[in-house]
């Protein structure tokens, strides 16, 4: 059984920053592609931002220049730095992880539960 957990969402202004965390847990053997996105009231969820096992990075336009994806593969964990915030930013941001079984070495694919972000103007 692996989790996510997500954290570090909540209520910030227009130009504000956040930072969420995304730990995942469990028989984990590796952890391949991570990734964060998110789903605003009434619209499809859209991928934010991506990080490969070798640290390769891809971004939404809509947020390049603003947002910074990292991970730290000793905690098994990824981040999202979001910068210069915008109302626009408001959504529910899901973790996502490719993640290798310790138990039968298969890749799934996991999500965690969701953090609310809102940007108010």
């Known amino acids: 059984q692996v989790q996510l957990v997500e954290s570090g969402g909540g209520l910030v202004q227009a130009g504000g920053s956040l930072r969420l965390s995304c730990a995942a847990s469990?028989?984990?053997?590796?952890?391949?592609?991570m990734g964060w996105y998110r789903q605003a009231p009434g619209k499809q969820r859209e991928s934010v931002a991506a990080i490969s096992g070798l640290t390769s990075t891809n971004y939404a336009d809509s947020v390049k220049g603003r947002f910074t994806i990292s991970r730290d593969n000793a905690k098994n964990t990824v981040y999202l730095q979001m910068n210069s915030l915008k109302p626009e930013d408001t959504a529910v941001y899901y973790c996502n992880a490719i993640i290798q079984s310790g138990i039968d070495l298969n890749e799934y694919d996991y999500w965690g539960q969701g953090t609310q972000v809102t940007v108010s103007s």
């Open positions: 469990g028989a984990i053997f590796s952890i391949n592609a």
